[in-house]
């Protein structure tokens, strides 16, 4: 069984169009993360949450907004999609200051 | 600022062969780093890591990396290589700075391992 379950696996969306990108993790951490691999980029870092609370933005853009309803969820609503956001998002988890860190499946993007 | 150099984008080598994937990286402090592999379709999977102590770490599927303090490196090593290790290959920096887990990743290097 995953035990980081991203849903979805693929989606399709108009540009100027919003969207959530869905992520659950079942490891009992307390960290997720939310990472981008684009074409262009390496992966990226994008968010880090610790018990439902934001600890480290390096997202530029106020479009991207993650919202943690459960400690085990840290969904991402992206507003406004443009082409460049594009790319596979991955979500993770760790507990903190443990390197037993997991990558979910990704969810990949693709705006038109 | 912290960053993570990886040269080479792709690396083709025969089945049996000796394989070596370069790394470097910039960070003010000690680093921690991390060796992940892709596989096509799949999420990335810890390989090794490094924190403290030996230079030489050993992680899974018979990898190893060497950390050099000395040229900033932490080149990736297998021998012989398989070709069920074609796959992409990502270095990566703990912010250590942050008290959180996040990564710094190099661009990846694709490696083909030809049987």
């Known amino acids: 069984d995953p035990k980081i379950i991203q849903k979805p696996k693929y989606l399709v969306a108009v540009t100027g169009s919003e969207k959530i990108l869905i992520c659950e993790q079942y490891l009992g951490h307390n960290a997720m993360y939310w990472y981008r691999q684009s074409a262009k980029k390496p992966l990226e870092f994008m968010f880090s949450?610790?018990?439902?609370?934001?600890?480290d933005n390096q997202t530029a853009s106020s479009r991207f907004q993650p919202q943690s309803s459960k400690k085990n969820h840290l969904d991402l609503q992206i507003t406004a999609l443009k082409p460049d956001d594009s790319a596979t998002y991955f979500c993770?988890?760790?507990?903190?200051?443990?390197?037993?860190?997991?990558f979910g499946s990704g969810t990949r993007l693709l705006v038109i | 600022a912290q960053s993570v150099d990886q040269p080479d984008a792709h690396v083709t080598l025969y089945e049996g062969a000796s394989l070596e994937l370069r790394c470097s990286y910039s960070?003010?402090?000690?680093?921690?780093l991390f060796w992940y592999v892709q596989y096509p379709g799949q999420s990335l999977q810890f390989l090794l890591k490094y924190i403290t102590g030996d230079a030489v770490v050993k992680g899974t599927k018979g990898f190893e990396a060497e950390f050099r303090k000395s040229n900033s490196s932490f080149n990736l090593k297998k021998s012989p290589a398989h070709w069920s290790d074609s796959a992409k290959y990502f270095c990566?920096?703990?912010?250590?700075?942050?008290?959180?887990?996040?990564?710094?990743f190099g661009k990846g290097t694709s490696l083909t391992v030809i049987p």
């Open positions: 993770a988890s760790s507990q903190e200051r443990n390197s037993d860190y997991t």
């Open positions: 960070y003010s402090a000690a680093p921690y």
């Open positions: 990566a920096l703990e912010d250590t700075n942050t008290g959180y887990q996040n990564f710094y």
């Open positions: 949450y610790s018990y439902q609370k934001l600890m």
